[in-house]
């Protein structure tokens, strides 16, 4: 059997002869660019609550996580409650928390 790397890639590796490969897993889903906020908007009051949290977005959440879906209030649909990666939580208001003083800070990735 022999392993080999797979092209442009340093950790998964491809082991020939009996079919088994391991791939890249949809949780590896990197951004290609990085753009910052310029006003508000309830995008960006998602993306700062995200990123308040120590995530990029809600893509990342759920790949860390481990979830489908994010505890939203249901009269603004902003994120309620956010689990951060050492497993304290962070509770949300139902109405804007992102001043216009730190709207410029939320990063917005394109994936």
Avoid at 42 to 53: G, P
Avoid at 67 to 90: A, Q
């Amino acid at each position: 059997m022999a392993e080999r790397r797979l092209p442009g890639r340093a950790g998964p590796t491809e082991i020939t002869g009996n079919k088994t490969s391991v791939a890249m897993a949809s949780s590896d889903v990197k951004p290609k660019s990085v753009s910052h906020a310029k006003k508000w908007s309830e995008e960006i009051e998602n993306l700062y609550r995200f990123q308040h949290a120590g995530y990029r977005d809600e893509i990342e959440y759920k790949q860390v996580k481990q979830v489908s879906m994010v505890d939203r209030w249901p009269e603004t649909g902003y994120v309620k409650k956010l689990e951060r990666r050492d497993n304290t939580f962070y509770y949300y208001n139902r109405q804007r928390e992102c001043d216009d003083k730190e709207v410029h800070k939320v990063k917005i990735y394109a994936y």
